[in-house]
Every structure is written in C-alpha cells, then in structure tokens.
C-alpha cells in the first residue's frame, strides 16, 4: 500500500515551535519530491515547503522562509517540518505530499497525499 501519513501537529502559543512528520510507506521517499501543504478555512490550498527528488533542494513560501525548515530522514522514511516562530496566521490543516517530478510547491504536481495534521497558534 503506498501511503503517506502525517503527525505532530496540536496546538501551540504564538512564538512556540512544532515539529511535523510525514511518514511514508509503501515506497521510498527519497525517490519522490516531498511537499508540505496547508489549508485554512476559506482559503486556497497553499505550498508550504518542498525538498527535492535529485539534489535535496528545498522550497519555502514566502510566507515562511526563515521560520521553517523542511528535512528528511532516509533511515526512517520519514520527511520533517520544522516550525519555529509560529504565528496566528499559520493556522491550518497541513498535508504532506510525494511527487516524481523536481521540485515544485504546485499542487497538481503531487501524486500521493496524507490525510492531514491540524496546526493551530492561538493565545
């Protein structure tokens, strides 16, 4: 069964941190750009951050460059997102995402998707 498989997310003050993790089976992440995407209520999907199939480049949005870090870890066919300094705004539904092709943060690209994690920053 190819799956992925999203957790860490809950609930967190602004200024505090969360770590995401997006399991994979089924298949080799390594193989495959991996994605994290968010969701908000009313609002567009957006891509968060991708770490590429061939070099291990990575991706941010704008929205969260320098507060997030997106990372793998073959042993454990695992890939991370690590979320420093979150803000009110970065609450939403976050997915993780594989995709055969090079590094790109447009959804249509991603053939295999979790089932979501719920992040929210509230006082």
């Known amino acids: 069964q190819v799956q992925l498989v999203e957790s860490g997310g809950g609930l967190v003050q602004p200024g505090g941190s969360l770590r995401l993790s997006c399991a994979a089976s089924?298949?080799?992440?390594?193989?495959?750009?991996i994605g994290w995407f968010r969701q908000a209520p009313g609002k567009e999907r957006e891509g968060v951050s991708c770490?590429?199939?061939?070099?291990?480049?990575?991706l941010y949005a704008d929205s969260v460059k320098g507060r997030f870090s997106i990372s793998r870890d073959n042993a454990k066919n695992t890939v991370d997102l690590q979320m420093h300094s979150l803000k009110p705004e970065d609450t939403a539904v976050y997915y993780c995402?594989?995709?055969?092709?090079?590094?790109?943060?447009?959804?249509?690209?991603?053939?295999?998707w979790g089932q979501g994690t719920q992040v929210t920053v509230s006082s």
């Open positions: 089924g298949f080799t992440a390594s193989y495959y750009t």
């Open positions: 995402a594989a995709s055969d092709r090079l590094g790109r943060l447009a959804a249509p690209a991603y053939d295999i």
């Open positions: 770490i590429s199939n061939s070099d291990g480049s990575t």
